[in-house]
């Protein structure tokens, strides 16, 4: 309520002045929080809007009386106020020709007040705004009832300006700090990746680390020392090596790639002048405890020498 009394902080009071005759007479006052002041009948289309009946036909009685209990006892027969310790009252057959022709006007009331045409229009106007204020909450504006869509055409208007206002605000603020609230984004997610980046780097360097390590710490079958003794002592008197290799790599070794080598092999090379000093040097390997499944991989005559080349695997 408090929200909505700041929103509708203005209330156009219609009094309606019944002469003996017949004829009404209206004027619009317009209230806000600090005293009432004359308006245009144009102001009453766009504000909160109430009617106060006075004059001819209006009765006021004193709040405890009978005749004021009874009043309250039939809301369908009259319409009754109650201000400064009095009780007004009117017949509501006699508002019909004032409620069409406000609403010919385009003026829809949200309460009609009862009063005394001699009693302080200032005082009374205090009173009723007070409950009017009273009796507005945010429920009953979504009411179905003309009274209610006064009230909310009235809330909509006064709150359209500030609320587009703020709008215009976020827009433009938007606007500035947005190129530079996206470069530091930008920025920082850069930072982000990139210490993503190093730490999975650093954390795939270090398990290739363990990894090889744990794979060169595997103690073998046969002592590494112990299997290239046994290939030297092999090797017959006419034959050269030229490479003894244990579990050699099959690929050359690239960063951040697992290492690919022959698991429990050894590979010997070398050349020799006769196919038989070959066949000696495998047979004499093949007799060797440590080497395991000799194989001859292959021989071939050397391009610019009579010598053989040849290549033997053995398992560890």
Known sequence: MKLLSRILNRIAFVRADFAADGNCRTEVFLWRTGGVAPAERSAAKG???????????????????????????????????????????????????????LAAEGIVPVRIFCADAGAGFETLAEEFARQVYADLRWCSLMRPGAESSAAAQAVVRRAALPVLGLFLCVLAANAVFSPRLNARRQALQQQI????????????????????????????????????????????????????????????????????????????????????????????????????????????????????????????
């Open 47 to 101: 504000l909160l809007a109430a009617v106060v009946v006075c004059g001819h036909g209006v009765v006021t009685k004193p709040d405890g009386s009978q005749i004021a209990a009874r009043i309250k006892a039939d809301p369908e027969t009259f319409l009754w106020s109650s201000a400064g310790g009095g009780t007004s009252f009117v017949r509501r057959e006699r508002l019909g020709a004032l409620t069409e022709e």
């Open 193 to 316: 990746t990139a210490r993503e980046r190093t730490a999975s780097n650093a954390a795939s360097a270090g398990a290739r680390q363990r990894e090889l390590l744990a794979e060169f710490s595997k103690r073998p079958a046969a002592p590494w020392a112990l299997v290239c003794d046994r290939v030297a002592g092999a090797v017959p008197e006419r034959v050269v090596l030229t490479q003894l290799a244990v579990e050699p790599p099959t690929k050359r070794f690239e960063a951040r790639k697992p290492l690919q080598r022959l698991e429990g092999r050894v590979v010997v090379c070398g050349t020799a002048p006769e196919a038989s000093d070959v066949s000696a040097f495998v047979r004499r390997l093949s007799e060797e405890a440590c080497c395991r499944g000799v194989r001859l991989m292959n021989v071939e005559k050397e391009r610019d020498g009579d010598r053989l080349s040849f290549r033997i695997e053995t398992a560890l």
